[in-house]
């Protein structure tokens, strides 16, 4: 089957934050300290963030489709930016300029915003974005699907968070990559686990939403060095026996790419048959590290070509192809040119399966109707 003849899915792409997401919805005891754009001389518009240092510029969210040599990370206006972002009306026609049906959609704020060392700052803000997602996305809710946020200050407000974001109608929850108390492995987050597998809630972490710590040399060293946030946060689910506790449990691993994966799961099965006695002694599995890497975690990528080669190497029911509209990073609008060129060694089975069958299985699309709507 043809690539034309089902819809495809990107599995991670973002809006754009409005200039009043944050101050229109968030709680009136936090407006006066909202995320804000604010025109700078010297760097065009950026937003500002309460106790953040460094402001974000909006040079680098919304470049997609510009050439590389055009690409810069600030001097540019909200009004330059690509109107989907936050107009749900113009999105589907920048879908439709992709060959997309339907987007699972992340925020781009928001992931700074994981990084806040206030969490109650974050659990304000993160409540106003829910609010806003998900008005934008009622305006096709069968092409527009809004994963919420939740700030984590404690195991019980994230399962409060859970049921708050699945009553907006949004399809999944981006996690910050570090909570408040202890770290994701301890046993206080069981209940949250179960609250997330009842709901039937796909937990997202993305690269950038957790502390990474300096990188050495050259700036541009550090876009190789992103990944390593989310695959401590894998290991972490694995060896501390997440997993394990709840085999029903699907993390999404995002924007980290994926032609890395056997390599990690050759190595996580190495540590564990050779080095457990001491590096982990009070851990049992019942089943070798790559297993749970396998069956428990997602993961999503651009023009990863790596990864479509070696999906016979890995679990490619669990890979998600993504094009990371309106980013820098992101395939908009020649996806459809690149996937034809580095799908060819696939078969048409796995192709649309990691275009769309597998993302439609996680986030219950019904692809009839996605493929009627778009």
């Known amino acids: 089957m043809a690539i034309a003849d089902y819809p495809v899915i ?7 934050e409005h200039p009043e997401t944050y101050t229109k919805y968030i709680d009136a005891k936090w407006r006066d300290k909202a995320p804000v754009i604010v025109n700078t001389p010297n760097r065009g518009d950026v937003f500002v963030i309460d106790g953040m240092k460094n402001p974000i510029a909006l040079g680098l969210v919304a470049a997609a489709g510009k050439p590389a040599d055009e690409i810069s990370e600030a001097g540019v206006t909200f009004d330059e930016l690509h109107r989907g972002g936050w107009d749900p009306v113009a999105r589907l026609d920048e879908q439709a300029q992709d060959g997309v049906a339907a987007e699972i959609l992340y925020p781009t704020v928001g992931m700074v915003l994981c990084n806040h060392s206030d969490f109650d700052y974050k659990k304000a803000c993160f409540d106003a974005y829910n609010r806003w997602i998900a008005q934008y996305c009622a305006s096709n809710p069968v092409r527009l699907l809004g994963c919420g946020q939740s700030a984590m200050r404690t195991p019980q407000e994230g399962i409060e968070d859970l049921r708050a974001i699945k009553a907006l109608g949004l399809r999944g929850v981006m996690m910050p990559g570090e909570p408040a108390l202890e770290d994701y492995d301890s046993e206080i987050y069981n ?11 796909p937990l997202s972490f993305h690269i950038l939403t957790m502390r990474n710590s300096h990188t050495r040399g050259p700036r541009i060293n550090s876009f190789l060095s992103i990944i390593r946030g989310n695959q401590d946060i894998m290991g972490m ?7 394990e506790r709840y085999p029903q449990l699907k993390v999404v691993c995002v924007e980290a790419d ?44 651009q023009d990863d070509w790596v990864a479509f080669k070696m999906a016979n190497d890995m ?16 395939t908009w609008p020649w996806s459809q040119q690149m996937l034809k060129e580095q799908t060819k060694n696939l078969t048409d089975e796995q192709t649309q399966a990691i275009l769309s069958n597998n993302v439609a299985e996680l986030y219950n699309i019904d692809l009839a109707q996605l493929k009627a709507a778009a």
Request: without cysteine; charged residues 20%; aromatic residues 18%.
């Open 10 to 16: 990107s599995a991670d792409s973002h809006i754009t």
């Open 315 to 330: 679990n490619w029911h669990r890979l998600l192809w993504a094009n990371d509209f309106p980013h820098s990073d992101s």
């Open 258 to 301: 994926a032609g890395w994966v056997p390599h990690y799961m050759y190595r996580m099965d190495h540590a564990y048959k050779r080095h457990r006695n001491w590096l982990a002694p009070n851990t049992n599995l019942s089943k070798k590290p790559s297993e749970y890497f396998s069956e428990n975690i997602y993961t999503t990528f």
């Open 191 to 201: 209940p949250f686990w179960e609250a997330a597998i009842e709901m039937e809630l």
């Open 237 to 243: 689910l694995i060896f501390g026996g997440v997993f």
